[in-house]
């Protein structure tokens, strides 16, 4: 057993959560005017801000390109590990979305930091120059991951993050009979990022499963 890892259960991830910093006001606020303008509640659980902030930080990263913005949640948390003159780049195809995250961002402290682009990130993905990114998250439509994988290898600098969300695909990588039409889509990209050599990948198991990986 010496080489076996320890069986994480709910009650370790709740142990991590009351041993990470707890939400601010700030973003309690903006995840209640969400809920309350209809918009789902699928934003990066607050541990795994937490652990992306800390992989930004000690990555030094300042140019930071996102791919779903949703309500705004993580590009605010990612753009607080920036230091004076970072950036974060989001890409949103909901105009609903795009406007609710573009008013919160504005009454952030990191309102500076922040640049949504509207428009689907299949096109404007391509349109944004090689290598100008230090760290890439992604986190929209499944489907497109392997297009989104494909344009973070251009734009992210050799030796910079690349990091994934959902590779659990929300609880139900395992299921049998899954019940979401995603998570075929999650598993094939699983697939696909074991078998890019230009990446070092490994899923950590924060929140639905995050890809943390490295350019080669
Ligand atoms: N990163 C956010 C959650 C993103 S949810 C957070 O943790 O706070 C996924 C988002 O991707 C949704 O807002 C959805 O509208 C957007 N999206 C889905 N397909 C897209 C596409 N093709 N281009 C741009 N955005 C897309
Ligand atoms: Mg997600």
New binding site residues.
């Given amino acids: 057993m010496s080489n076996a890892s320890t069986r994480v259960t709910d009650e370790h991830f709740a142990y991590i959560a009351a041993r990470t910093t707890r939400e601010d006001d700030f973003s309690a606020a903006l995840k209640s005017a969400a809920r309350k303008a209809g918009i789902?509640e699928?934003?990066?659980a607050p541990e795994q801000a937490s652990f992306m902030q800390i992989l930004l930080r000690a990555a030094r990263a300042e140019r930071v390109l996102?791919?779903?913005?949703?309500?705004?949640?993580?590009?605010i948390m990612m753009a607080r590990a920036l230091p004076e003159g970072g950036r974060v780049t989001t890409?949103?195809?909901?105009r609903k979305?795009a406007e609710f995250a573009r008013a919160w961002i504005a009454r952030s402290d990191v309102a500076a930091k922040i640049e949504v682009v509207e428009?689907?990130?299949?096109t404007?993905l391509p349109k944004l120059p090689a290598g100008t990114f230090d760290a890439a998250?992604l986190?929209?439509?499944k489907s497109?991951y392997p297009i989104y994988l494909r344009e973070s290898l251009r734009l992210v600098k050799r030796g910079g993050l690349i990091l994934v969300?959902n590779a659990f695909a929300f609880g139900q990588l395992l299921d049998e009979a899954p019940t979401d039409p995603e998570v075929e889509a999650v598993r094939a990209f699983n697939d696909l990022v074991a078998k890019t050599s230009e990446l070092q990948a490994v899923i950590v198991p924060m929140g639905d499963g995050l890809w943390v990986g490295v350019r080669r």
């Fill in positions: 789902p699928i934003w990066i996102e791919v779903g913005t949703l309500a705004g949640y993580s590009a890409l949103e195809f909901e979305h428009g689907d990130a299949r404007t998250f986190d929209a439509d497109s969300d």
